[in-house]
């Protein structure tokens, strides 16, 4: 019921920063959590971080923790993921998603995905 794409990713030296967006159309974000998940070259696809239907709570993984924000604009239909102090090992495709329960860190919790952005970090 929401079609979701992500935009933003591109090439940044370590120690940058990039925000990536999600677009949605279709059913209002509001009616989601939102997540952000990423996948490197040869790696299964991770957990980033997630934010409820209001943008009140959030939650990351360890990885990201103090580096990344993930917010959301309801009124715009756009979720965000705001990267800074980039490394290296961030280097991935990054994915937008869409839960109808919060928290969940989990791919099968997520039933609507965009196409993905990739995000590459040099040193």
């Known amino acids: 019921q929401v079609q979701l794409v992500e935009s933003g990713g591109g090439l940044v030296q370590a120690g940058g920063s990039l925000r990536l967006s999600c677009a949605a159309s279709?059913?209002?974000?509001?009616?989601?959590?939102m997540g952000w998940f990423r996948q490197a070259p040869g790696k299964e696809r991770e957990f980033v971080g997630a934010?409820?239907?209001?943008?009140?709570?959030?939650y990351s993984a360890d990885s990201v923790k103090g580096r990344f924000t993930i917010s959301r604009d309801n009124a715009k239909e756009t979720a965000y993921l705001q990267m800074s102090s980039l490394k290296p090992e961030d280097t991935a495709v990054y994915y937008c998603?869409?839960?109808?329960?919060?928290?969940?860190?989990?791919?099968?919790?997520?039933?609507?995905w965009g196409q993905g952005t990739q995000v590459t970090v040099s040193s």
């Open positions: 934010i409820d239907r209001n943008g009140a709570g959030t």
């Open positions: 279709g059913r209002t974000i509001s009616s989601y959590a």
């Open positions: 998603a869409a839960s109808y329960v919060f928290p969940a860190s989990g791919i099968n919790q997520y039933y609507y």
